[in-house]
């Protein structure tokens, strides 16, 4: 299955590279079956407090109206909220409030028939320490009840090292907490697709496809340092047949459904899957 992130087929919000889309969020699922993108990746964060969908009955309505008329599903979401209201670092009355919220999320996407919710661990949530490490293995403790009665997946998205990675994933061994692997993120930081998908592919759960330079921003598919080829590689050798999601670099604005369809075709050929 091949997706989208929400608000990459209309322009962004002034000053934001990736938010929910407040004003036009309907207007991309016929805008994503022009791509010939399959699915769109929620996202709930902070921003989109008050304007997002899922927050009502009449919105999770509108959404499946939409979704059965383009054919483009709602399988997934990124919870960008809890970026901004972290996990770590937080005192405990604010980690219960955020676990609490959490869990009316995961309500409100299994209405829509969102599976798998994407918890960032990076930049100003990220993982710092052994005392990150404890309250972020404590939350998912807490709230594992709550996802696996609704049948959701929690992948998580952090910029641990490869062998940390494994290694903090082995004291949360549920099937129902995944990875969820980011090709920009990874190259930014110097990490190796083989390195990493050999210490913790068998927890991979989804797939962010973008692109950066080592240490810099996002920049189109093939101009920065993302090894796609051993990365697709590395992922054959696992028989991986979970989703990739498009979180590419913007393109000119006005021609954001034509520069989805460039940026799927570059990577359905290199899955050998032709135009």
């Known amino acids: ?13 002034p000053g934001r590279l990736q938010s929910f889309p407040r004003d036009c969020w ?46 483009v599903g709602v399988r997934s979401m990124c919870a960008d909220y809890f970026m901004d209201c972290a996990f770590v ?39 710092r320490d052994e005392q990150d490490r404890g309250a972020v293995v404590d939350t998912l403790r807490r709230i594992l009840p709550a996802a696996k009665d ?14 940390d990675f494994a290694a903090f994933l082995a004291r949360v061994p549920d099937p129902f907490v995944k990875v969820n692997y980011d090709s920009g993120n990874s190259s ?37 340092d993302a090894d796609f080829d051993a990365l697709f590689a590395a992922l054959r050798r696992l028989n991986y047949a979970g989703d990739f999601v ?6 000119v604005a006005g021609e954001e459904v034509d520069w989805a369809r460039r940026n799927l075709t570059f990577v359905k050929q290199r899955l050998g899957q032709g135009n």
Do not use: C
């Open 1 to 13: 299955m091949f997706g989208i992130m929400q608000g990459r087929l209309v322009p962004p919000a």
């Open 26 to 71: 309907a207007d991309e699922f016929p805008r994503a079956a022009a791509a010939g993108l399959d699915a769109i990746e929620w996202i709930y964060d902070t921003f989109g407090l008050g304007a997002n969908p899922l927050e009502s009955d009449d919105g999770i309505e509108r959404m499946r109206q939409l979704s059965e008329s383009s054919g």
């Open 89 to 127: 670092r937080a005192t405990d009355a604010e980690r219960t409030a955020r676990l609490e919220h959490l869990g009316w999320l995961l309500g409100r996407a299994a209405r829509v028939g969102i599976r798998r919710v994407v918890l960032p661990f990076v930049d100003q949530s990220a993982i």
């Open 150 to 163: 609704r049948n959701i997946e929690l992948h998580l998205e952090t910029d641990l090292s490869p062998a």
């Open 188 to 224: 930014s930081l110097g990490y190796h697709p083989t390195e990493e998908l050999a210490a913790y592919g068998d927890r991979l759960g989804s797939v962010h496809i973008k692109d950066r330079t080592r240490g810099g921003g996002t920049v189109p598919l093939g101009q920065g």
């Open 246 to 251: 498009l979180q590419v670099a913007r393109g």
